[in-house]
């Protein structure tokens, strides 16, 4: 039995005027996506659950199968431990992003122009990140550089409770009274309010400014975790030989909390420039090595969600239909094995808002054994979903009904 999830980040949405009152799903052409929806159980499930944040980190862990009320113990310590970074239980881990503020005399009075500081390339983010490191000297205090504008800080011996402000829910609003408070908020606001008077000077931001790239001037700390202690799919799901593939940290984290290889595919930028069949190519690649579980996250209609940028979101789920969902149910049906296929997004990203929502999502659920009735809808789609009257209330049971041995 062959197990595959594909998880596209972000991709429901709301019914947007410029698609006709559509929403990004319904625009979209996606065959292969509705074959799972028409020929399985397809419905909606609840991936956050109330009361939790709207994060891809509770959000794709249900969707792993954990159950985040009770594994869940903060975003940064996922992404912490993707990078290698191996944390004791006493660490206390930051998401440290490199944003973009606008200019002013005091922090207080920015506003938060681009959580991704234009997507900084990799390159220069590290080299930032190095060099607030050498100039803080914050003893004990380390940051990491990590992808692009997704880098870490850890406190060793930390305490936890403090509060923090996703930079993605400040687009374009002023960042008065959201640095960070409570514990360690001290040291976090000292190196934001630091790097904010100082990075702006640094060389790689006088070349930013000179090709009109958005400058990383500021460091801004939220994820506030420590180490989640998680159970591997072998002992969960019997699963012996599981691979995750997936442009982001934090996925990659998840993955590696479960046992499961992590499989680094050339080009996964972790947006709508990615190589979608790269990673189409990877997960077969996967599967004739032997691995029986393959989680494909593509990230690229979430980061579509946050930039308001439609035709692209529309152009990434046709992508990712064409070039991952398409190849790899064909190289399954070929391979003459039985498998469970679960398509769904983690979260919603609606354009509108561009930020995450916890409403649920839409899922398609497929046995090639024909083992469920087929839903007979007609397309994937967030009405469509709705329409089925299917829903699951916690998510994370969908991995314990895909893998049951019946
Ligand atoms: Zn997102």
């Known amino acids: 039995m062959k197990y595959v999830i594909f998880l596209a980040d972000g991709m429901a949405d709301l019914p947007l005027s410029e698609l006709d009152d559509h929403t990004p799903l319904e625009a979209a052409n996606h065959p292969a996506l509705d074959r799972l929806a ?3 159980v397809f419905g909606l499930a609840r991936t956050v659950p109330d009361g939790m944040p709207a994060g891809s980190d509770t959000a794709n862990l249900s969707v792993f199968g954990y159950d985040p009320t009770v594994c869940y113990s903060g975003r940064s310590p996922l992404e912490a431990v993707s990078m290698g970074i191996d944390l004791k239980p006493t660490d206390v881990t930051y998401r440290c992003n490199l944003v973009t503020l606008s200019d002013a005399e005091n922090i207080e ?4 122009m681009d959580y991704s500081a234009g997507e900084i390339d990799s390159h220069s983010a ?6 607030v490191q050498q100039e803080l000297e914050c003893e004990g205090v380390r940051l990491y550089p990590g992808v692009s504008y997704r880098n870490c800080l850890l406190i060793p011996n930390g305490e936890l409770g403090g509060e923090q402000t996703p930079p993605h829910d400040l687009s374009l609003k002023p960042v008065r009274g959201k640095l960070p408070k409570g514990a360690n908020s001290d040291v976090l606001r000292r190196i934001s309010k630091w ?3 100082q990075l702006k000077n640094h060389p790689i931001n006088r070349w930013r400014a000179k090709y009109n790239k958005p400058l990383a001037n500021c460091l801004w700390f939220w994820g506030e975790g420590v180490r989640p202690d998680m159970e591997t799919y072998s002992r969960k799901f019997g699963i012996q030989k599981g691979a995750v593939i997936s442009a982001v940290d934090l996925i990659q984290g998840i993955g590696k909390c479960a046992g499961l290889d992590v499989i680094k595919v050339d080009g996964a930028t972790g947006n709508y420039t990615t190589d979608f069949a790269a990673k189409g190519r990877a997960a077969i690649d996967a599967f004739k090595n032997g691995a029986e579980f393959v989680y494909i996250h593509i990230e690229a209609p979430d ?9 692209e979101k529309v152009w990434s789920i046709e992508q990712i239909d064409e070039k991952i969902v398409a190849p790899v149910l064909e190289y399954l049906d070929t391979a003459g094995e039985t498998y469970a296929a679960l398509a769904m997004p983690d979260h919603p990203t609606p354009i509108c808002i561009r930020t995450h929502s916890p409403e649920p999502v ?3 659920l497929y046995f090639s054994d024909g083992r ?3 839903s007979g809808a007609e397309s994937y789609s ?3 979903a709705a329409q089925t009257g299917v829903f699951e209330p916690c998510a994370h049971r969908l991995m314990e009904k895909m893998t049951k041995k019946i």
């Open 362 to 364: 839409p899922f398609a």
């Open 372 to 374: 469920c009735a087929p």
């Open 195 to 197: 790097s904010y008077s």
């Open 109 to 112: 009075d920015a506003v938060m």
């Open 38 to 40: 028409r020929n399985g």
């Open 382 to 384: 967030e009405k469509n």
């Open 126 to 131: 590290r080299e930032l990140i190095e060099w």
């Open 303 to 311: 980061e579509c969600g946050h930039h308001g940028q439609v035709t």
